[in-house]
């Protein structure tokens, strides 16, 4: 198993980004596939997931990030819009175990720095 963040960088506050995570060694399709970040200082905050034809949402990126996945190149996405200088961060692809049992594998994460 193997996920690979890309997309991260530096972004001017309102402007947009999208995350990749490219998954190998596994279906994402099978599972529940979720953003996790962590921003300087702080713990890990679950902020989107997606399985089946269910999505989740973390209250501070409700409206504005959005999940997809592209089943055929494996790959999941996370766009971001309307940036704000505290969604600055680190930010992890992860796999869940099974079931929203819990993610069990995750990215090397992609730095995103929101800054005028």
């Known amino acids: 198993v193997q996920l690979v963040e890309s997309g991260g960088g530096l972004a001017q506050p309102g402007a947009s980004l999208r995350l990749s995570c490219a998954a190998s060694?596994?279906?994402?399709?099978?599972?529940?596939m979720g953003w996790v970040r962590q921003a300087p200082g702080e713990g890990l905050e679950w902020i989107s997931a997606v399985g089946g034809s269910f999505q989740y949402y973390a209250e501070s990126v409700k409206g504005r990030f959005t999940i997809s996945r592209d089943d055929a190149n494996n790959t999941v996405y996370l766009h971001m819009r309307r940036l704000q200088p505290w969604d600055t961060g680190v930010y992890y692809c992860?796999?869940?175990?099974?079931?929203?049992?819990?993610?069990?594998?995750w990215g090397q994460g992609t730095q995103v720095t929101v800054s005028s």
């Open positions: 992860a796999k869940d175990r099974s079931n929203w049992s819990g993610f069990h594998y």
């Open positions: 060694g596994f279906a994402a399709s099978s599972y529940v």
